[in-house]
Each structure stands twice: as C-alpha cells, then as structure tokens.
C-alpha cells in the first residue's frame, strides 16, 4: 500500500510516526559532528519522528579506526 499524504499532514497525525535513522560521525565520542547529528535528530522528534542514532563508536567500523 503506497500512503500519499499532503503536503502539510504532520507527522503526529498518522498511525505511526517515522523512524529516522542518524548514522555518522567520526569514532571518537562526543566529535562535533555527532553532536551536530543529535541536534537534528532531537528537532525530528519534536516534530513527532522517532529517532535512532548510530555514531561513529557503536558503528564497530575497525578500518576507519587508527588507534587500534
């Protein structure tokens, strides 16, 4: 089933809000990008998503880590 909403149907009006994944960051903790991540995905679900972040240190990504 293919949903088609207007334009101006906000989020919190249907069954189910949006899950928005945030992927990113670099694999040290707290480095601006992942802070700048957490900020747009706080605004997402003020606006009624759901949010689920992935930075850069849960990502278990071991080629893009030079201090192992």
């Avoid at 990113?24 to 689920?52: C, D, F, H, M, N």
């Amino acid at each position: 089933m293919i949903l088609e909403l207007a334009a101006d149907t906000p989020w919190r009006s249907l069954a189910r809000a949006p899950l928005i994944v945030g992927l990113g960051g670099t694999t040290q903790p707290g480095s601006t990008s992942e802070r700048l991540l957490r900020l747009v995905l706080i605004e997402a679900e003020r606006l009624g998503a759901r949010t689920k972040l992935i930075a850069g240190p849960d990502a278990l990504l071991p080629l893009y880590t030079p201090e192992t």
